[in-house]
């Protein structure tokens, strides 16, 4: 059973930056499409960032693009999501995901194209 551990999260000031990690526990990365989720109070699930393994296509969310890069180190199966100009609403719990193919979920990072979660970082971004 592929396990997945996020870190990186913490409380930061509008402006600045963060980086996100998500170890897997077992060699997916290879395989596996994956993608950075994240979840406000009171608000659904949505996707921030993903890259599909079946086309090599990233999505970015339009309200983090510019600002979030998604990247993979699969020599450490470890996925990586660095955040700059965080803002205040950018407050919330990220999670990553991992799945195998083929989903068109995966593409559009949709929440129901992954199989596999970890269980969330808290980012606060508050001055």
């Known amino acids: 059973q592929l396990q997945l551990v996020e870190s990186g999260g913490g409380l930061v000031q509008p402006g600045g930056s963060l980086k996100l990690s998500c170890a897997a526990s077992?060699?997916?990365?290879?395989?596996?499409?994956v993608g950075w989720f994240r979840q406000a109070p009171g608000k659904e699930r949505e996707g921030v960032s993903c890259?599909?393994?079946?086309?090599?296509?990233?999505y970015y969310a339009d309200s983090v693009k510019g600002r979030f890069t998604i990247s993979r180190d699969n020599a450490k199966n470890t996925v990586y999501l660095q955040m700059n100009n965080l803002k205040a609403e950018d407050t919330a719990v990220y999670y990553c995901?991992?799945?195998?193919?083929?989903?068109?979920?995966?593409?559009?990072?949709?929440?129901?194209?992954?199989?596999?979660w970890g269980q969330g970082t808290q980012v606060t971004v508050s001055s």
């Open positions: 995901a991992q799945s195998p193919p083929p989903s068109i979920f995966q593409r559009t990072c949709d929440r129901r194209g992954f199989d596999y």
């Open positions: 077992t060699r997916t990365l290879d395989y596996y499409s």
């Open positions: 890259f599909s393994i079946s086309d090599g296509s990233t």
